[in-house]
């Protein structure tokens, strides 16, 4: 049934090129929707031209540049309006509702939003869906049964799969192994922390906790460089900045065997893969859900069909399997920046 509501077809392969292909070419793409393994097809047209804004937590980290380009690019090239506004970083809840807020008096048909917390914009995604203006929930996840649908990936799985990773290559050892997650409040890290508990059970792994920090290099720096005082773990798993940063500091240490691995990817952990200094990476193809969340957006307006819950297969990186992916789906390309634009004002 959900193949016929969402007009998909199975896919049977991948590009394989690691190049940026043309924006037209990133469908069909794989994906699980509503549980069914499918090939995703966006609309062909649609009936007007569609105000939408896209609310993401902060620019500070090149993954969510990538998800900036991906929404841009498929609000273009589906002939939808756009508003991008970032709140500056997980610590600004006030400013993320406030925008939610503007957005509605700015006239948007639908949000789209990478919550900054997963129940802080509860009892305004509960007023949006009195008022008829659909939600869709980004990547980040916002628990909330008034929202529309949702582009988003397990984290828990991103996590588990990670840790599946680990365990083949340490050959099943014990293991003492660092966890640097991310920023506690963020339903994202959350699920990837029950994930990471699950998968532990029943190994013979060290777990030591680094702490909660927002995805800065600042924060994560800090992390980094306060578990090693004390620990020289044999494995670290964690956010794409910590990751990046962990490998900068085990670099400058002559006689440290850790080997670092990232549970999510961003450019710089793709490019420290490609060297051979980062282990691998597992990576949610955030420039696809954003496309897809454009999609969705659009769908729920034009009273199409959808599926409730749309997410992109999970891939590990590897250097064995980086060069057989299409980068198109994980990051911006070179030289594209956060993209940060108003939703433009409707003539008088």
Known sequence: MVKKLLQLCLLTSLVNNPLFAAEQDWFPVQVQADGQTLAYQPLEKISKTWRLCALLPHGKDHYWWGVSWGLAEEAKRQGATLGIYEAGGYENLPRQRQQVQDCVKNKADALIIAAISSEGLNDLVVQLKDSGIPVIDLINGIN????????????????????????????????????????????????????????????????????????????????????????????????????????????????????????????????????????????????????????LALRVLEKQNYARQVSPQIRILDQQSIDQLTLQQIIAPKQQWMIRQPLTAIAP
């Not at 599946?164 to 293991?175: K, P, W």
């Not at 029943?202 to 090693?228: C, E, M, P, W």
């Open 144 to 295: 909330s049964d008034a929202i529309s649908a949702r582009s988003s990936v397990s984290f828990a799985n991103m996590a588990s799969k990670s840790m599946q990773y680990l365990l083949q290559h340490s050959q099943e050892q014990s293991i003492n192994l660092a966890w640097f997650p991310g920023p506690a409040q963020a339903a994202w890290v959350q699920d990837a922390e029950r994930g990471l508990q699950k998968r532990l059970q029943k190994t013979g792994i060290d777990l030591v906790h680094g702490g909660y920090g927002a995805t800065d290099n600042f924060s994560q720096a800090t992390l980094v460089r306060q578990l090693f005082n004390h620990h020289q773990p044999d494995y670290v798993l964690a956010n794409a900045v910590a990751a990046s940063v962990t490998q900068s500091f085990v670099a400058t240490e002559p006689h440290n065997t850790t080997q670092v691995m990232a549970y999510y990817a961003n450019p710089e952990v793709i490019a420290l893969i490609q060297q051979g200094k980062i282990l691998a990476a597992a990576t949610d193809s955030p420039v696809i859900q954003a496309r897809i969340s454009i999609d």
